[in-house]
């Protein structure tokens, strides 16, 4: 199993900053919405540097990160989706129900892929930050949803 490296955290944080263009082209095309796609824009903003100071300070070797944390493959599969979802939504008209549905999803998917999971030898750096992102991400989940529910 490959070891958690800088790398994978940047892979994870480029992962955040798609997440933020994502929920730009959103509020573009979602005029209405476009505060609530605005501020999920900017807290990924803070997700993605967060995710960044982590990878340096792994990078330098400050901090130590779990080995096995993060899969290349799952991290790579995701970042092809969200490419996808973004170039999709770039491309073409979008209706608030399927950009909402969109975002629950890819929320869920960092939940349930257990991105965030701090794990009992983890430095006290990481493990304050990766609880962080994992409330804050089931926190933008939760706004989703509730958006979502609203729209039905």
């Known amino acids: 199993m490959k070891e ?5 955290l940047d892979m994870l944080a ?39 100071s ?9 901090i130590a990160c779990q080995p096995g944390r993060f ?10 989706y969200v490419r996808g979802e973004l170039a999709r939504a770039r491309a073409l008209p979008i209706e608030l129900i399927e950009a909402l549905s969109t ?3 890819l929320e869920d998917s960092l939940i349930e892929r257990h ?3 701090v794990f009992d030898d983890d430095s006290k750096e990481m493990t ?3 609880r962080l992102l994992g409330a804050r ?16």
């Open 14 to 52: 480029e992962h955040e900053l798609l997440l933020e263009k994502l929920y730009e082209v959103y509020a573009e095309k979602l005029p209405s919405w476009s505060d609530f796609w605005n501020e999920l824009a900017a807290e990924e903003s803070e997700h993605e540097q967060m995710i960044r």
């Open 4 to 8: 958690c490296a800088a790398d994978l």
């Open 128 to 130: 304050e930050t990766l």
């Open 71 to 80: 899969s290349e493959e799952v991290l790579k599969n995701s970042l092809d």
């Open 137 to 152: 991400t089931s926190a933008h989940r939760a706004r989703a949803l509730e958006a979502w529910s609203s729209q039905h």
């Open 115 to 117: 991105f965030f999971d």
């Open 103 to 105: 975002a629950r999803d």
């Open 54 to 62: 982590l990878a340096l300070k792994v990078e330098q070797g400050s």
